[in-house]
Nanobody
Framework: QVQLVESGGGWVQPGGSLELSCVASGIIFVAYNMAWYRQAPGKQRELVATVSTSEVNTEYADSVKGRFTLSRDNAKNTVTLRMNSLKPEDTAVYYC?????????????????WGQGTQVTVSS
């Protein structure tokens, strides 16, 4: 069973920083691309950043480029989203996501899963 546990959310003033972590269990971590999504009130869930299994490829939404950094530690089954220069429009519930790499789909690996979400609030 895939389990993703997020931590690190909270309240911060505009311009501040937060670091979100997600610890995965129940999966062979190196077989999964990892991502963070967010959902603001009244809006659809949107992709924030993704990182490939070996951290070769990392991609960011235009709205967070240059401010957020996503990394993973395969030895600790952890992904970390470092968020700097936070803006009020970054306020949302942030969700960790795991998705098995395409070449392993259909070979008995769980497809992936979602964490429970962690609230990030940016306001003065």
């Amino acid at each position: 069973q895939v389990q993703l546990v997020e931590s690190g959310g909270g309240w911060v003033q505009p311009g501040g920083s937060l670091e979100l972590s997600c610890v995965a269990s129940g999966i062979i971590f190196v077989a999964y691309n990892m991502a963070w999504y967010r959902q603001a009130p009244g809006k659809q869930r949107e992709l924030v950043a993704t990182v490939s299994t070996s951290e070769v490829n990392t991609e960011y939404a235009d709205s967070v480029k240059g401010r957020f950094t996503l990394s993973r530690d395969n030895a600790k089954n952890t992904v970390t989203l470092r968020m700097n220069s936070l803006k009020p429009e970054d306020t949302a519930v942030y969700y960790c996501n795991a998705e098995v790499i395409p070449s392993l789909k259909g070979f008995g690996y769980p497809e992936g899963g979602w964490g429970q979400g962690t609230q990030v609030t940016v306001s003065s």
